[in-house]
């Protein structure tokens, strides 16, 4: 099992940046496949962005691309959400979520297994 706590959420105009982190404790987290979801009210939870086990391939959803950058410091057990020319409808609550595989990873809510606890993020316009 691996423990997840997101942070860096906060209150930001549109335009600004901001960098979201997500912590893992536990299992070894090299071992796990990344993504981060969101979800606003009233909407489904929707994927953002992914990341294999090793780093070596990402994706990113349309409504973020290129404005979304996934990474990951095994070292630190941690992977990061930056994400630039934030948008109002960027507001929702932001989710990391751990899939056990050595190869790629889920696009799918369904395929992960464990999940944080969520940080709010609010673009102002």
């Known amino acids: 099992q691996v423990q997840l706590i997101e942070s860096g959420g906060g209150l930001v105009q549109a335009g600004d940046s901001l960098r979201l982190s997500c912590s893992a404790s536990?299992?070894?987290?090299?071992?796990?496949?990344i993504a981060w979801f969101r979800q606003a009210p009233g909407k489904e939870r929707e994927f953002v962005a992914s990341i294999s086990a090793s780093a070596d391939s990402t994706n990113n959803a349309d409504s973020v691309k290129g404005r979304a950058t996934i990474s990951r410091d095994n070292a630190k057990s941690t992977v990061y959400l930056r994400m630039n020319s934030l948008k109002p409808e960027d507001t929702a609550v932001y989710y990391c979520?751990?899939?056990?595989?050595?190869w790629g990873y889920g696009l799918r809510a369904g395929s992960y297994d464990y999940w944080g606890q969520g940080t709010q993020v609010t673009v102002s316009s």
């Open positions: 979520a751990a899939e056990k595989r050595r």
């Open positions: 536990g299992d070894t987290f090299s071992a796990y496949a």
